[in-house]
């Protein structure tokens, strides 16, 4: 299995609601990585958990709640989101070390925040 | 330092042309260079890739060249078609973990049929 599975593949959220975005792979990848992506921009970096504990986490709102119950999985928890949090949610994985083969991308959850 | 530049922003080639996008990088610690193809709506899937001690690699319509002396890398898609229409990334690593993988700003491509 060579594939990082994202669900949903759209979310339509009221920004009072709690949603989860989920994130899974197969791969024995010990990185995983929340990416938020705006129309006509790369990727950005939201967390990054290594060996399921959160290591990297750029600045994001609390509204942003990631979890990683375990190796495989990856959960971005949405609470009180607000319009402009509207955007491509990638979640990527990648080997932790050893050689570098860079990550594998989900196809992403598109999110409309109303 | 960490910054990866790209160009063209977008670029617009005729059915069986070669396209040809270009990237240059400052930091000489990264190691391994992806390029990656984006469709609308979907996430990024990776083409192909190169490390520093090579300088070319072939994969099908798709090449990339590596000038480490001047740090840029350059992907080439010839016979271009378009189902190849998409936007590509160029990126940067030197290790396989979070804030070091650097993406480029991007180029639109659109062949024309």
């Known amino acids: 299995d060579t594939e990082v599975t994202q669900t949903p593949k759209h979310l339509v959220m009221g920004m009072t609601n709690k949603k989860s975005l989920k994130c899974e792979q197969h791969m024995g990848h010990r990185a995983m990585y929340w990416y938020k992506q705006k129309a006509k921009k790369p990727p950005e970096l939201m967390f990054v958990y290594s060996y399921e504990k959160l290591s990297i986490n750029e600045s994001v709102p609390s509204r942003f709640s990631p979890e990683c119950p375990n190796s495989s999985l990856l959960n971005l928890h949405l609470h009180a989101l607000q319009p402009e949090d509207s955007a491509l949610y990638l979640c990527?994985?990648?080997?932790?070390?050893?050689?570098?083969?860079?990550?594998?991308f989900g196809s992403g959850t598109r999110l409309t925040v109303v | 330092q960490q910054q990866v530049k790209q160009s063209p922003q977008s670029l617009i080639v005729q059915k069986g042309g070669i396209s040809i996008i270009n990237c240059a990088y400052e930091n000489t610690a990264f190691d391994y260079f992806p390029w990656y193809q984006q469709f609308p709506g979907k996430g990024p899937a990776l083409l192909i890739a190169?490390?520093?001690?090579?300088s070319e690699k072939k994969e099908g319509r798709f090449t990339i060249s590596f000038n480490k002396s001047a740090k840029q890398f350059s992907l080439h898609i010839m016979d271009s078609q378009p189902g190849d229409s998409a936007t590509y990334f160029c990126?940067?690593?030197?290790?396989?973990?979070?804030?070091?993988?650097?993406f480029g700003p991007g180029t639109r491509l659109s062949v024309l049929p």
């Open positions: 190169i490390r520093p001690d090579v």
């Open positions: 990527a994985s990648s080997q932790e070390s050893g050689v570098n083969y860079g990550y594998t």
């Open positions: 990126a940067a690593t030197f290790d396989n973990y979070g804030q070091n993988f650097v």
